[in-house]
């Protein structure tokens, strides 16, 4: 079976449903637009028959109501997609937060980027144009068309020729052809790109090798196809679709209807003139609204690719610490992607009170554990429990707040330090917790400081202090101490031993230094060549 093919994925469709009805207001707006266009034409038919000042009268007043349906209709589709366009940013927004890290991961940052503001701009001005592209394709044309015969006779069609022929060539044969050659040109585009950057990075390694004239060939063979492919593009698009506008535009219509209607009466002769241009001036606009809705069409399908994602599970339950802080408990959780296994089947406690590290060599699974503690990825089997609940079940907004996860290498927002900070602490916390949140990870700077100013080191430590502010039991932290120097590390590994034996947290640290490794209270070595897991405890 075939199936139908849809205008929006219908992944969009359900953030467009509160908009139909503003839609198809502005959608009939444009319509009676058109017709009170068409019936101040027959107006001025009547008057050039019935010179009198009524008929005149009566063509003003139906111009009038063009010009205000035509303006209701650009003010109502306008707003309305407006709405649409921030209900969709909101839907992206909270789509991305909930794919699961590892799916996140294969989309790449500008990818995402271009989704998030051209895809869905484009989106944007597609339902701002489509109710007047309606009118315009359907009804304006059909009526003028009813009304050219009725007045003019079934000849007058014959006045339509021009248009008709370039308007199907201008819809159907120039997109054709511009999208092939347009693809062609991206392609070479990227080549000429990618053979500038060849050469220009490295240089170095041309010159040692004497491979310089091949990176210029390499650049001189895309430039010439680049030429070639725009002289092709002029002879088989540009200039069939300068014909074809040349053919929209009033003479060619004007010439043909005087041919055919020379010896007709005056009223007919000017029914058949002014109606064959109302036919054919609303084809000029087709190109710009047809482009819109043709990107957005192709921006929607990459939308809806990424809204079909699978999310993580929203949950329904909170970890409760009223009879003391939660144990977190693994049984058997394993992981993989695609045909590899990334984390063998691993079970062990990490109770409340103590420091857990995790260790094992790169690429055993360690990171990934972490963000399926945080309930940042689903694992694969097996279970992960906090306080007796299962990761998985936790609600959504309160993961952060029951294991909040301290990422290596996390980046941090262009703000100042305090409003980093801040992101985490409870609301209403004093500058003092904040500068001592700032002391315990070693890091000696102003509040008011610009946190996108700081070093990798001075970054990695600012993370570190969102975790001596968080209220979560479990506090998870990737190589907390791979940027800092030995004395530093060994400072800040005890204020994690404060952290988890004075308020009582599972603090469970991922590291590669067997120093620090030897303090924790418990280890997990997670070893992939031997496919097992042990754990110890000091």
Known sequence: MIRPRHLLDPHIQPVLAPSTGALALSTASAAL??????????????AVEDPSAAWVIRACVAWSCTAFLTAASTWVSHSTE????????????????????????????DRLRRLVSDDVAAL??????????????LVTPLCAALLLVALAGPAALFALIPGVVAALTYLTVIPRLSATHGAERVRIMGAITTAVNDYARGIRVFRSNGAVDGARADYAEATGRFATSMTAWVRRAAV??????????????????????????????????LLSLALVTPALRLGHGLDYVTAGRTAAGRIGELLAEPTLDSGSKVVRSDDGSPDLVAARVSARRGDRVVVFPTTFRAPSGAVTAVTGPSGAGKSTLLRMIAGLEHPDGGTLEIGGVRVDEVLEHERPHTALLIPQGADVLPSTVRDNLS??????????????????ARL?????????????????????????????????????TSAL??????????ELEDLAHGAGKAVIVVTHDPALAGRADHRVTLNPLSQSQEEHTR
Do not use: K
């Not at 929209?248 to 029914?271: H, M």
């Not at 992101?423 to 315990?440: C, E, H, I, K, M």
């Not at 100013?453 to 990737?478: H, K, M, N």
């Open 33 to 46: 637009s058109g017709l009170t266009g068409l019936a101040a034409i027959w107006c001025i038919v009547q």
């Open 82 to 109: 407006a709405r649409f366009e921030a209900r969709l940013r909101r839907r992206i927004a909270g789509h991305i937060l909930r794919i699961p890290a590892d799916r996140l991961s294969t989309w790449p940052e």
């Open 124 to 137: 944007h001005h597609m339902v701002a144009h489509a109710p007047a592209e309606v009118a315009t394709l």
């Open 240 to 273: 069939p679709a300068a014909v074809a506008v040349g053919l929209l535009q009033a003479p060619a219509s004007y010439a043909v209807a005087y041919a055919v209607g020379a010896g007709w009466d005056t009223s007919t002769l000017a029914a058949v003139l």
């Open 423 to 440: 992101f985490t602490a409870p609301d209403q916390v004093p500058d003092r917790a904040l500068n001592r949140a700032l002391n315990r």
């Open 444 to 480: 000696d700077i102003p509040l008011d400081a610009d946190a996108g100013t700081l070093s990798g080191g001075e970054r990695q430590r600012l993370g570190l202090a969102r975790a001596f502010l968080s209220d979560a039991p479990v506090i998870l932290l990737d190589e907390p």
């Open 485 to 494: 120097d030995a004395a530093t590390a060994r400072r800040v590994w005890s």
